[in-house]
């Protein structure tokens, strides 16, 4: 029997950490299960509101991209975060957009890099709060040690709106994840530290290439 899920629409992070974990992330990440982590990983912004839904609709057509890319004739450079690095600088290709239009590999990687540092920052910052805070506050922390670097001022005034319609942690634990919360406050952990691994690889690969910053 199917276990019940707390919220059908939420995070499934078992699912989310699976997915890291087969992406084999001690020296690269293997690009397909890093996709279907971050297709789970957009419904995640999608439960935290309506305004919220700018992110998710973006994590979206990343994920979108680097399908598209794995569809073309260049398919064996984008099995890994590595070889699309390596194709890319080789061919310089990392600023310029692809045949089809496509933006290019590394640079999508490294939007969805970010969003993953964000999440990464929240959860952390989640997972040792009382069930009385406030997530806004816990989530303006995140997003100021995370994406706020990359954002223009526009974009970091919209999300420190959306931010700010967010609940309590007990409720935030209640509605974001398919897990219950009390599941959800033993995986989080786990969730954390994958993450994490994942996180920390692609910082080292973007870096030993200097893409870092790539606009």
């Excluded at 099995?79 to 999508?108: H, W």
């Excluded at 929240?122 to 009382?130: D, N, S």
């Excluded at 989080?188 to 080292?204: A, G, M, N, Y």
């Amino acid at each position: 029997m199917s276990r019940t899920k707390a919220n059908e629409h939420g995070l499934d992070l078992e699912l989310v950490i699976k997915e890291f974990q087969a992406s084999h992330p001690e020296e690269d990440v293997m690009l397909d299960h890093y996709n279907v982590a971050f297709s789970e990983i957009a419904r995640f912004f999608e439960v935290m509101g309506p305004l919220f839904g700018f992110v998710a609709k973006d994590v979206r057509e990343k994920v979108g991209v680097i399908e598209h890319h794995k569809k073309t004739r260049f398919v064996e450079h984008f099995e890994s975060v590595q070889s699309v690095i390596a194709y890319e600088t080789g061919a310089n290709l990392t600023k310029k957009k692809s045949e089809d239009g496509l933006p290019s590999g590394s640079r999508t990687i490294l939007r969805l890099h970010r969003a993953l540092e964000f999440i990464t920052e929240l959860l952390k910052k989640v997972e040792y709060g009382k069930d009385e805070d406030h997530v806004s506050s816990l989530a303006g922390e995140a997003y100021n040690a995370s994406l706020a670097k990359h954002h223009p001022w526009l974009i970091r005034k919209a999300a420190g709106l959306a931010m700010y319609t967010l609940p309590s942690r007990k409720k935030f634990m209640a509605t974001s994840f398919q897990q219950t919360a009390e599941e959800a406050e033993r995986i989080i952990p786990h969730f954390l530290e994958i993450s994490q691994k994942v996180h920390d690889t692609i910082q080292r690969l973007y870096a030993d290439n200097d893409l870092l910053t790539l606009p």
